[in-house]
């Protein structure tokens, strides 16, 4: 055991037990990545670019389509330096992404893709006893689907690839054996002690549009979809599909897990997810990409120790539960949630605008405490040194108090009074000169020197590098151009030695003396042009063979496609018969209701007459009896009291 080795190396942050304030069972998990040096610029420039229209928009609320369009240009362009630099800035996309230490590079210029290679790499090394799928879905752009392809291959293990945008990038089936990457569909020959069981991983496109490999997306099956970028819709009737693909009816649909930089735009994407239909969605990001551009792809203190040692502290804790025998419930996610976002105001926008970002990153994001001077205020201090308008002596304290040294009789308490004010002038300027000294100390430190030097030390080196470039280019430039030189020489000396055969040839007829040879050498010349009438004539056969097998295909594809014509015109023709036999039966059927409502109607209406007609009569009757009654009124015989007879 080498002690000293051990003692000697770097001690690894030890990962503590982490509080959560709620548990997040639901399936749909969200892990934050960090953001490089390079990246974090980059942001800074892009916002720096749209500085004016920014301004604008968020002060004016300006609803031009040329701010509006600057606005979400710049949202876009941020989205992809979070996923990459190279999506953006395309001529420092490498050529050839299957070349040596190619795909570290691509992990080591994006913080996204560094914990993505983590997380593939802890998902290979689970030893599940069945086969592992993972799905990478992101945006169906041809670049971002080589750069994911060229980072699988720095992942060590037992795996395949399934690509089903573009084509595989080069080289890629010689570097299969290695790194244990196939083409679609290959045999996997995988690497590495971690894990013996196959795992699949799918690079699928977001908006469903499979281009290749058909058959083998339609019988796959899906354990974790990653979303790589933030244009990725997991609400889509895809994605949703993707879930549930050839799952059996009980099972649990598949884990989606979320990458999403800290405090990027991504992150703040996701955050106002439920506010994209609001009028103020697009301020609320911009103003939060602004006021956030000092503190993007900062790690918590929390869980830096576990993104230091590559995310193994997710396998035991969570993807063994996802790979398990459990298939009806989801494990929790043993992560705190992604910080929220406040609400900025324009003031914070243009004060943040107008404040230069630092990308000194610290893992902990521990600043150094510097404690502020107490300094009087704009006020107190015009007040102390009589600087004010109605003041037109401005601090002459000799006319001040109205008695200057030059006087015979000198009062002392006058002058030491002005003594006094004197001597508290020069006390405030070499007050004034010790803080300038301990400024100028203090900027001239080492440690400010250094962050103060360290950019332009590095475009320093970046301009000696692309110096050295140069001269790598132009030297490449002036040995090509020898050689080209040499070999435009070498051509010129051939077609003069050519020039010199034909000549001799055609001179050798004369030249010859005996009939024999003559007619000999007649005869090879002649053989000679029939041999090239002949190649000639073989060539034209075999154009003329190629087009007119060219065209008996055509003819054959037209006879397949009138075929399928007429058979979709006879099924049409079908449908139509089938639809007009519907429309008669419906229109029968709407006739007969239509009698039926009349004569229903009809009767009601005969019904009503002679509902009418009874009334009347029974009407006349009522008016006849009330008229008799009338009338027979005084006939009636008032009764007449009589006594009650006595007992």
């Not at 009438?533 to 003329?544: E, M, P, Y």
Request: a neutral charge; hydrophobic letters at 30%.
């Amino acid at each position: 055991m080498n002690l000293l080795r051990i003692l000697d190396s770097t001690p690894e942050p030890p990962i503590i037990e982490l509080e959560l304030s709620e548990t997040n069972n639901s399936g749909d998990y969200h892990l934050g990545t960090p953001m490089y040096e390079y990246q974090k610029e980059l942001t800074d420039q892009i916002i720096s670019l749209h500085y004016p229209d920014i301004l604008k928009f968020c002060e004016t609320n300006d609803q031009k389509d040329i701010i509006l369009k600057s606005v979400e240009t710049c949202v876009e362009n941020c989205m992809l330096v979070c996923t990459h630099p190279y999506l953006l800035i395309s001529h420092y996309m490498p050529k050839n992404l299957a070349v040596k230490d190619m795909p570290a590079k691509l992990a080591e210029t994006s913080g996204k893709f560094n914990v993505l290679k983590d997380l593939l790499n802890v998902i290979i090394s689970n030893k599940a006893s069945n086969v592992k799928s993972v799905g990478l879905v992101m945006s169906n752009n041809v670049k971002l689907f080589d750069l994911i392809e060229a980072l699988i291959m720095v992942c060590s293990g037992n795996k395949t690839v399934k690509r089903y945008v573009g084509n595989n990038i080069q080289r890629e089936s010689k570097k299969a054996v290695k790194n244990g990457n196939g083409s679609n569909g290959s045999t996997p020959n995988g690497h590495g002690d971690a894990s013996k069981t196959l795992t699949q991983i799918h690079l699928i496109p977001a908006d469903g549009n499979i281009q290749r490999d058909q058959a083998i997306f339609d019988a796959s099956r899906f354990d974790v979809l990653v979303t790589i970028d933030g244009n990725v819709n997991t609400e889509t009737e895809f994605y949703q599909f993707l879930k549930t693909m050839n799952h059996s009816p009980g099972e649990k649909p598949a884990v989606t897990i979320r990458l999403a930089p800290f405090k990027t735009i991504e992150h703040i994407k996701l955050y106002y997810s439920k506010a994209v239909n609001e009028d103020d969605y697009l301020y609320k990001l911009i103003s939060s990409v602004v006021c956030l551009r000092d503190f993007i792809g900062n790690i918590p203190p929390d869980i830096f120790p576990i993104y230091h040692q590559k995310l193994t502290y997710l396998g035991p804790n969570f993807f063994d539960h996802v790979f398990g025998d459990n298939v009806s419930t989801y494990p929790p996610w043993p992560l705190p949630t992604l910080p929220i976002i406040q609400k900025y105001t324009p003031i914070d926008v243009e004060r943040s605008l107008l404040t230069e970002a630092h990308f000194h990153y610290t893992p902990y994001g521990l600043q150094p405490f510097v404690e502020e001077k107490v300094t009087p205020t704009y006020y107190q201090t015009k007040r102390l040194q009589s600087d004010y308008i109605a003041n037109p002596l401005k601090n002459s304290y000799d006319e001040l108090i109205g008695i200057t040294s030059a006087t015979e009789r000198q009062d002392m308490t006058i002058l030491t009074h002005k003594s006094l004010l004197q001597l508290n002038a020069a006390c405030r300027d070499l007050r004034r000169a010790k803080d300038e000294l301990e400024s100028y100390n203090q900027y001239d430190s080492k440690e400010v020197q250094n962050k103060v030097g360290r950019r332009e030390k590095e475009k320093r080196l970046a301009v000696s590098k692309i110096f050295d470039d140069l001269d790598h280019s132009q030297q490449r430039i002036d040995s090509g151009n020898k050689w080209y030189i040499k070999k435009q020489e070498q051509i010129d000396q051939l077609k003069i030695a050519i020039k010199e055969k034909e000549d001799e040839i055609a001179n050798f007829h004369d030249k010859v003396d005996s009939p024999e040879k003559v007619s000999y050498v007649s005869n090879q010349l002649e053989i000679w042009k029939l041999e090239r009438q002949i190649k000639q004539l073989i060539a034209r056969i075999q154009s003329k063979d190629d087009e007119r097998n060219f065209t008996n295909k055509e003819y054959e594809n037209s006879l397949n496609a009138v075929k399928e014509a007429k058979q979709e015109q006879s099924l049409l023709n079908e449908q139509i018969q089938y639809a007009k036999r519907k429309y008669d039966e419906y229109e029968q059927d709407q006739e007969t209701k239509r009698q039926n409502f009349e004569v229903d109607h009809q009767a009601l209406l005969n019904e009503i007459k002679s509902l009418e007609f009874s009334n009347e009569q029974l009407e006349m009757k009522l008016g006849n009896a009330f008229k008799f009654l009338k009338d027979t009124s005084h006939f009636k015989k008032r009764k007449v009291r009589t006594n009650t007879p006595s007992k």
